[in-house]
């Protein structure tokens, strides 16, 4: 049962365009929420978070919307930059107990020029 | 500060040898956890600890043993590798769970990449 998920496998974009990726989850009792990109041959890096009480939260090029009644949240990425292209990790977690991370199946975001 | 290391970078083994992987981490991080990441999966959690002498099991933990004798170090062990075992793991920290004043962030060392024949 695959509580976060990430539907696109991959998305292409324009340069200077903006990428939107999503993810779902299904478990209601997550209250916080984290995208991580990740480049080929290095682990996981750590983008942006959310917590439940938000419905968006912007750094830089950067802004994670929520959805709660959805259980829906986007990452917006604009303007796209050539460095952008990775896979990128959708995460999410309760804020009761160890808070374990589960993580969505990934998205390849591919920046054209 | 060297961060999440893991050792090796790269691992080929037969069915049914056992080796450990190794990761340290030099944040005083209390939280250690291990994933393996595999195609189409994302990062499937499969051990983690909540402290030193503390461990507990993730999604995946069939096959696997782990030891947190303190808080720098925690390594994974294969104990009868199998091919169903390939995969690239991946080594995490973050502060104590415990106090939530500490972002949910987990540090993730490069990965090991291992295969098994």
């Known amino acids: 049962d695959q509580q976060v998920k990430q539907n696109s496998p991959s998305l292409s974009v324009q340069e200077g365009r903006i990428s939107i990726l999503n993810c779902d989850y299904t478990?209601?009792?997550?209250?916080?929420f984290l995208w991580y990109k990740k480049y080929p041959a290095e682990g996981p890096t750590f983008l942006i978070s959310?917590?439940?009480?938000?419905d968006k939260n912007e750094d830089g090029r950067f802004t994670v919307f929520l959805n709660k009644s959805a259980k829906h949240l986007s990452l917006h990425i604009v303007p796209s930059q050539p460095g952008d292209s990775a896979v990128y990790f959708c995460?999410?977690?309760?804020?009761?107990?160890?808070?374990?991370?589960?993580f969505g199946q990934g998205t390849r975001l591919t920046i054209n020029p | 500060n060297a961060g999440v290391t893991q050792t090796p970078k790269f691992q080929v083994l037969k069915t049914g040898q056992s080796m450990t992987l190794q990761c340290a981490q030099d944040?005083?991080?209390?939280?250690m956890s291990w994933y393996r990441q595999d195609p189409g999966m994302g990062l499937r959690l499969i051990h983690y600890?909540?402290?030193?002498?503390?461990?507990d099991q993730g999604e995946v933990p069939n096959g696997y043993n782990v030891s947190r004798s303190t808080t720098e170090d925690f390594p994974l062990r294969l104990l009868s590798a199998a091919p169903s075992q390939t995969s690239v793991y991946f080594c995490?920290?973050?502060?104590?769970?415990?106090?939530?004043?500490?972002?949910?962030?987990?540090?993730f060392g490069p990965g090991t990449r291992l295969t098994v024949t």
């Open positions: 995490a920290s973050r502060r104590s769970p415990w106090d939530r004043s500490t972002s949910y962030e987990q540090y």
């Open positions: 478990n209601s009792m997550f209250d916080y």
């Open positions: 959310i917590s439940s009480i938000k």
């Open positions: 995460a999410a977690s309760e804020s009761s107990g160890a808070q374990k991370l589960v």
């Open positions: 944040m005083n991080h209390e939280y």
């Open positions: 600890s909540v402290g030193a002498g503390i461990t």
